[in-house]
């Protein structure tokens, strides 16, 4: 069972910054693939980012909605996920929910588009960007 508990969330304006963190109870071998996904009212779950263990280090994955934006990362030693959020637009305004599809899983940037292949989910920190 992993546990996930998202923070840093809040109001911020267009073109601002902000780090999201994801608390996790186990580390990143427990946990698999590991990602952030947002949801906002009226529209799907979206996926955001992706980064799961390899041999050596670490692989990600972005939306295309994100990229060059956002930055996915990861400290195992504190069993911590981050999002950092730059340039920020109204259109980032969401429930930000990290997730993880647990140990022994597969993982590849396909997951980003299968919210409902991920097995852990934290209860979501709110961005809201103003213009």
């Known amino acids: 069972q992993v546990q996930l508990v998202e923070s840093g969330g809040g109001p911020v304006q267009a073109g601002g910054s902000l780090r999201l963190s994801c608390a996790a109870s186990?580390?990143?071998?427990?946990?698999?693939?590991m990602g952030w996904f947002r949801q906002s009212p009226g529209k799907e779950r979206e996926g955001v980012a992706l980064i799961y263990p390899v041999t050596g280090g670490s692989r990600v994955a972005y939306a295309d909605s994100v990229k060059g934006r956002f930055t996915i990362s990861q400290d195992n030693a504190k069993k911590t996920l981050y999002l950092q959020m730059n340039t920020l637009s109204p259109e980032d305004t969401a429930m930000y929910y990290c997730?993880?599809?647990?140990?022994?899983?597969?993982?590849?940037?396909?997951?980003?588009?299968?919210?409902?292949?991920?097995?852990?989910w934290g209860q979501g920190t709110q961005v809201t960007v103003s213009s």
């Open positions: 186990e580390s990143s071998s427990s946990s698999g693939c």
């Open positions: 997730a993880a599809r647990g140990p022994g899983t597969y993982c590849s940037g396909a997951y980003l588009s299968r919210s409902s292949d991920w097995n852990y």
